[in-house]
């Protein structure tokens, strides 16, 4: 079994910074592309960041220049500092992952969620 484990959300105002955290853990060979999506109430679940197993990274025209997206393959872990925060970056903030179980048998998982408010 795998888990993702996402921790770091919270409150901040607007203008503020927090740091988000995904651990994978359990039975795995290795892990690929790794992303950070988030749902606001009433609306779809959008990408924020992806990064590659060799870590080139991809962001939502929204958060460019404001949050970085990083990993340390040596822990399975994944980050996402998030600067300069806006109301509008509110939202439950899920992980994403491309588990390699064995050779030639990948999965994607998701964490649970950690929720982000940024109040005005």
């Known amino acids: 079994q795998v888990q993702l484990v996402e921790s770091g959300g919270g409150l901040v105002q607007a203008g503020g910074s927090l740091r988000l955290s995904c651990a994978a853990s359990?039975?795995?060979?290795?892990?690929?592309?790794m992303g950070w999506y988030r749902q606001a109430p009433g609306k779809q679940r959008e990408r924020v960041a992806v990064?590659?197993?060799?870590?080139?990274?991809n962001y939502a025209d929204s958060v460019k220049g404001r949050f970085t997206i990083s990993r340390d393959n040596a822990k399975n872990t994944m980050y996402l500092q998030m600067n300069s925060l806006k109301p509008e970056d509110t939202a439950v903030y899920y992980c994403?992952?491309?588990?390699?179980?064995?050779?030639?048998?990948?999965?994607?998982?998701w964490g649970q969620g950690t929720q982000v408010t940024v109040s005005s």
């Open positions: 990064i590659n197993s060799g870590g080139s990274t």
């Open positions: 994403n992952a491309e588990i390699n179980r064995a050779v030639g048998v990948t999965i994607k998982y």
């Open positions: 359990g039975s795995i060979f290795s892990i690929g592309a």
